[in-house]
């Protein structure tokens, strides 16, 4: 299955309704994500995405993680305890320096339309796969507040924070501080944070606070919230940070946003109300054609990634 790939220019994206886009490259169109695609994160994760709950969607990638050569840590980070996955590969120094992290999306943040989920580790967790196909020679698997958490790890893990404060200070401030500690373990000078959706948003609050990111980049993220919680008529996140509010100290930072052109989820039109607002020629747009906000991302990625 092939997938086209372009960056298109900002001021050039239709956002309308089935519109296309200009510049963009179509390529062939992928179904839905199913169980059946899922092998491409391997066995554990397969049978954890389609049938496990929470214990086993937490063995799952730590299987995987374990496979690829990825080693556990607990980061006591202010309020949470964040659970990591750090991989380390001999390179050279300039490689060394640069600590790459990907931050995971909202998981399952919710059972129905209507009810929160008890646990947010993912079933899908797409940011692992991307970090599993990362090629660098420091990579940090990082997920989010309550993810991956245990009996004893998972202190304060009120629902809010996956749901009306998943961006709160106080996620960020342990987000920031557990980069911190992965970033001296692996003795890095500068990060390079990388967010699929919702940790896409994480990643540029972060990013705002720091003075050592290299470049953002996210992937299929509602970086302008409030647009995106109008366009799909939900409540507001009350509770959260916004990226808009961080606009000067964002536009310093290299980065990049990549937006699937059939993600419903997360349209182009809320990536383009960031960087209409942005106004900065260090942030590019790239379009991804065939793909929505979880196909086919991992599959891609080495590509994707090469050309950043």
């Not at 001999?90 to 992290?101: D, F, G, I, Q, R």
């Not at 720091?210 to 299929?220: C, E």
């Not at 000067?248 to 607002?277: K, T």
Request: glycine letters at 8%.
């Amino acid at each position: 299955m092939f997938m086209g790939w372009v960056a298109a220019s900002k001021s050039r994206i239709d956002n309308r309704r089935g519109a296309s886009l200009p510049g963009l490259v179509p390529g062939l169109r992928a179904p839905a994500l199913s169980c059946f695609r899922l092998l491409l994160f391997g066995a554990a994760l397969l049978v954890a995405s389609c049938a496990g709950g929470p214990e086993g969607r937490r063995q799952a990638v730590a299987d995987n993680a374990a496979k690829a050569g990825f080693d556990l840590h607990r980061f006591s980070a202010g309020k949470f305890v964040l659970t990591g996955y750090l991989r380390q590969r001999p390179a050279a120094a300039e490689a060394l320096s640069v600590l790459t992290v990907y931050i995971e999306g909202d998981g399952y943040a919710w059972a129905s339309r209507t009810q929160i989920s008890t646990d947010p580790t993912p079933k899908e967790p797409v940011s692992f796969a991307l970090a599993e196909r990362d090629s660098g020679a420091r990579v940090l698997y990082l997920g989010r507040p309550c993810q991956y958490t245990t009996a004893e790890t998972g202190r304060n893990c009120d629902a809010r924070y996956w749901s009306s404060h998943r961006f709160a200070a106080e996620v960020i401030e342990s987000t920031s501080t557990a980069i911190d500690q992965a970033k001296q373990l692996a003795g890095a000078v500068t990060v390079e944070i990388i967010g699929y959706s919702g940790g896409g948003v994480v990643a540029a609050l972060v990013a705002a606070r720091r003075d050592d990111v290299a470049r953002l980049v996210t992937v299929a993220a509602p970086l302008d919230h409030e647009t995106w919680t109008r366009h799909h008529k939900v409540s507001p996140l009350s509770g959260s940070l916004s990226p808009m509010t961080e606009l000067p100290r964002l536009a310093l930072i290299p980065q990049r946003h990549i937006v699937g052109e059939d993600d419903n989820i997360v349209p182009a039109l809320v990536v383009q109300s960031y960087l209409n607002r942005l106004q900065s020629p260090r942030a590019t747009l790239t379009m991804a054609a065939g793909a929505d906000h979880q196909c086919c991302w991992a599959e891609h990625w080495p590509m994707l990634k090469g050309k950043l």
